[in-house]
């Protein structure tokens, strides 16, 4: 079997910094109860890891105790929610991605503009509950062409649309040339909202997807971007499946065992599962890793302001920077396995 290792692949600088928060604030507080509103990031491995070192995740503020500590997930979240969460005298540490908040930020600046803002996205995912509670009166969420004709405009003039950070961007296009059909003075955003992990995840799976028999994306059901992840590999024709870790493995999927697979992860899913898939297929199929370097990612993030403040009254050094490079085939991770890697289609991230 042959296996190519698409680069980028699995977890992006938004979602390594949120996983670091939860750490560091767990060592930061090792007495307290830990709460977590939502998920941290869409990840049942990443969570349950959590909840093993005793954090608590929470789908309402309500449930927390008054005065504990809760941190924000990678996600976002809305005004409502975080004057809730101070009116309960909570200790809040936000970990909403830096590319979650400047939606949120262009969101608050169109509304304050007198813009109808039209959010391109799932309704129901907590990105865009959190977005659409900045500005409720302003935006409407479109997740499907079929949407546009039912939207409530008052003046197509003063329209702009905004997106989702996590969606296919083949989808997002065909929304977007919708809209711009039906509303031709729309404003565009300044730059795309659909993040650089996203992108880069879907361009590096559309660039080496049509070479193979079958793409794995590594990442969990509620997880958007690793869903996107094997769509885009349907798209271009190739089958898509879905796994969270080797036992989602099917081995009558590889008929001959000398497929061309493609490996790839979800922005929220952990590299040791991405190799634990690896070493379960050389092992029954025999075969060679090859990695594909699409692009080179090098994304750096801080902690967020609320916990650099308490680790430094406390002492701990709290300007290390997040960064987020190459994922590294190791020994350690993947065993001896034969291993080549390919340069030949790389691109610098934008
Ligand atoms: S997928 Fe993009 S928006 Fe979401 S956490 Fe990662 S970098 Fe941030």
């Known amino acids: 079997m042959r296996l190519l290792l698409a680069n980028p692949r699995g977890f992006c600088a938004g979602v390594q910094m949120a996983v670091e928060v939860v750490d560091q604030v767990l060592d930061v507080f090792p007495d307290e109860a830990i709460y977590v509103y939502h998920e941290i990031v869409h990840n049942k491995h990443v969570v349950g890891r959590f909840r093993s070192r005793g954090v608590r995740f929470v789908e309402t503020i309500e449930e927390i105790p008054e005065g504990s500590i809760v ?30 908040t400047k939606v949120h930020s262009e969101a608050i600046r169109y509304a304050r503009q ?11 995912h907590q990105e865009v509950i959190g977005t659409r509670g900045e500005a409720p009166d302003a935006i ?45 003075m729309m404003k565009e955003p300044p730059s795309s909202d659909i993040c650089y992990a996203t992108t880069n995840r879907q361009h590096a799976v559309r ?29 271009v024709g190739t089958p898509g499946r879905l796994i969270d870790d080797a036992s989602g493995l099917d081995f ?48 750096e993030f801080a902690l967020p302001a609320a916990l650099r403040r308490v680790m430094s009254e406390r002492g701990i050094d709290s300007n290390r920077a997040i960064r987020v490079g190459k994922p590294e085939v190791t020994a350690e991770l993947y065993g001896a396995v034969p291993l080549t890697v390919s340069a030949s289609h790389r691109e610098r991230s934008a």
């Not at 997930?73 to 909403?96: C, F, M, N, Q, Y």
């Not at 329209?159 to 296919?168: E, N, R």
């Not at 660039?207 to 798209?235: F, H, M, W, Y």
């Not at 379960?280 to 075969?287: K, N, P, S, V």
């Open 114 to 124: 007198g813009y109808q803002i039209l959010l391109i996205g799932h309704a129901d």
């Open 140 to 184: 409407q969420v479109v997740e499907t062409p079929e949407d546009i004709p039912h939207l409530r405009i008052n003046d197509p003039a003063r329209l702009v649309y905004l997106t989702q950070t996590t969606l296919s961007t083949d989808d997002a296009n065909i929304i977007i040339d919708a809209l711009k059909r039906a509303f031709p």
């Open 207 to 235: 660039q080496i997807a049509p070479e193979c028999d079958l793409v794995l994306v590594v990442g969990s059901k509620n997880s958007s971007n690793s869903v996107r992840l094997t769509e885009i590999a349907q798209n």
């Open 252 to 299: 009558a999927w590889f008929p001959t065992g000398n497929e061309t697979v493609l490996v790839t992860a979800g922005a929220s899913a952990p590299e040791n599962l991405v190799a634990e898939v690896c070493r379960t297929l050389l092992t029954r199929f025999g075969g060679t890793i090859e990695q594909r370097d699409v692009f080179e990612e090098d994304i």
């Open 71 to 100: 941190v924000f997930s990678a996600h976002g979240i809305s005004p409502a929610v975080r004057e809730l969460a101070k009116s309960r005298g909570l200790t809040a540490i936000d970990a909403t991605c830096p590319l979650v």
